[in-house]
């Protein structure tokens, strides 16, 4: 069973950046399609970004779009989010998961953007 563990975030002025990292350990993610999703106080968990196994082809949400930056590194089983100029909306927990068919959930990482 894979395990997914969370790190970089904390409390950033907007305007700031971030750069949270996924470490997977008990298998390998290489063959697998990976996301961060993020889940603000009283609201739902939501996709961010995407990112193929193996061309590495990306996809954001429109609200990250131009800001935000997932990346890969298979031979260290991690996934990376680089978040620049950081807004207080996107104050939340952050999660990566496989995509489309998420497993157990880390438990994620807390980023609070002040204004």
């Known amino acids: 069973q894979v395990q997914l563990v969370e790190s970089g975030g904390g409390l950033v002025q907007a305007g700031g950046s971030l750069r949270l990292a996924c470490a997977a350990s008990?298998?390998?993610?290489?063959?697998?399609?990976m996301g961060w999703f993020r889940q603000a106080p009283g609201k739902e968990r939501e996709l961010v970004a995407t990112?193929?196994?193996?061309?590495?082809?990306?996809n954001y949400a429109d609200s990250v779009k131009g800001r935000f930056t997932i990346s890969r590194d298979n031979a260290k089983n991690t996934v990376f989010l680089q978040m620049n100029n950081l807004k207080p909306e996107d104050t939340a927990v952050y999660y990566c998961?496989?995509?489309?068919?998420?497993?157990?959930w880390g438990q994620g990482t807390q980023v609070t953007v002040s204004s």
């Open positions: 998961n496989r995509f489309p068919a998420p497993v157990n």
């Open positions: 008990g298998r390998t993610v290489n063959n697998w399609a």
């Open positions: 990112i193929t196994s193996v061309e590495s082809i990306t």
